[in-house]
């Protein structure tokens, strides 16, 4: 059966294995305090407009703190704050080159999933890529 044109895209159904209540437990239990704690610590540092688009930037390179305050128009003490967060969460590292610290994220995983997140995104809003050149 074919769907309109105009009606919403239907998500593809996920075929799940039958459900228990004894397998809500094992399901409660990947959400412990420290596991709801760490997401949510994450969840805040990127959910900064700076501090989101700091992370994407970064998910291609490493960069300098005043590159970056340049690029995303902040100034520098902004940009020093918001790194801090990050690396209070541990999503970005600094490492010393000569009198600057040179920033990258610290785990080649984070990189991939800012990537699946920015697919999700762009699935559940693909209005936000509209942009000519986009590079996502």
């Given at each position: ?17 039958p459900w228990s209540p004894a397998q809500a437990s094992d399901h409660v239990a ?24 700091i992370v994407l930037a970064l998910r291609k390179g490493s960069h300098f703190p ?18 801090a967060c990050l690396r209070g969460c541990g999503l970005v590292t600094a490492r ?41």
């Amino acid at each position: 059966m074919s769907q309109s044109p105009l009606a919403p895209a239907r998500a593809p159904t996920i075929a799940a294995e039958p459900w228990s209540p004894a397998q809500a437990s094992d399901h409660v239990a990947c959400a412990s305090p420290q596991h709801t704690s760490a997401l949510a610590q994450v969840g805040h540092a990127i959910s900064d407009p700076t501090r989101a688009a700091i992370v994407l930037a970064l998910r291609k390179g490493s960069h300098f703190p005043a590159d970056l305050a340049a690029e995303l128009s902040v100034s520098r003490q902004s940009m020093s704050n918001h790194l801090a967060c990050l690396r209070g969460c541990g999503l970005v590292t600094a490492r010393r080159e000569g009198r600057q610290a040179l920033y990258s994220l610290s785990d080649a995983s984070i990189a991939k999933a800012l990537d699946a997140m920015l697919g999700m995104t762009l699935a559940l809003d693909p209005t936000c890529c509209s942009t000519e050149g986009c590079t996502c």
